[in-house]
């Protein structure tokens, strides 16, 4: 578990209410800032086991017992790790939040494995570009076929 600031980030199974609560707001915001809105139906759901250890984790944000952030982390074959779901509340954007959560996933992509990590973005989610960009990631060619996404990016694990 980690601790900053007010915020907590710890694992928590994916299928629980607080998880569920920081999913359905993730969904909910990508529906009002893509402009044809986030369609859920048109993706594959993870497999059960995809974010449960050894094939990746769950983790959640909360300030004072408030769900406001979650991230997930799959393991791929080949050492690569792959990052989805992030997600943090705007009102606790701005406090390092992101930045922890994303460093916490990289930690444990690193106790999973992993010697590198990946993730897409659309060109929506400015915030998230630049946080990933100013975290040592590094633009690569497209590795999915996630319509929503424009900009995939990787970073080396130390």
């Not at 993870?46 to 997930?72: I, Q, S, W, Y």
């Amino acid at each position: 578990m980690s601790k900053q600031a007010s915020f907590t980030i710890e694992p928590e199974p994916i299928d629980t209410p607080d998880a569920q609560r920081a999913l359905d707001a993730y969904v909910a915001e990508l529906d009002r800032r893509f402009p044809n809105g986030f369609d859920t139906s048109r993706a594959a759901p993870p497999a059960k086991t995809d974010f449960v250890p050894p094939n990746g984790v769950f983790l959640v944000v909360r300030d004072e017992g408030r769900v406001l952030g979650c991230g997930a982390l799959r393991t791929e074959p080949h050492g690569i790790g792959e990052i989805r779901r992030m997600w943090i509340a705007p009102e606790l954007r701005g406090r390092g939040a992101g930045r922890a959560l994303l460093r916490e996933l990289e930690e444990h992509a690193t106790e999973l494995g992993c010697d590198r990590v990946r993730l897409d973005t659309a060109s929506e989610l400015r915030e998230a570009r630049a946080l990933y960009e100013s975290a040592g990631y590094r633009e690569i060619p497209a590795y999915n076929d996630n319509e929503y996404a424009r900009h995939w990016y990787e970073k080396a694990l130390a």
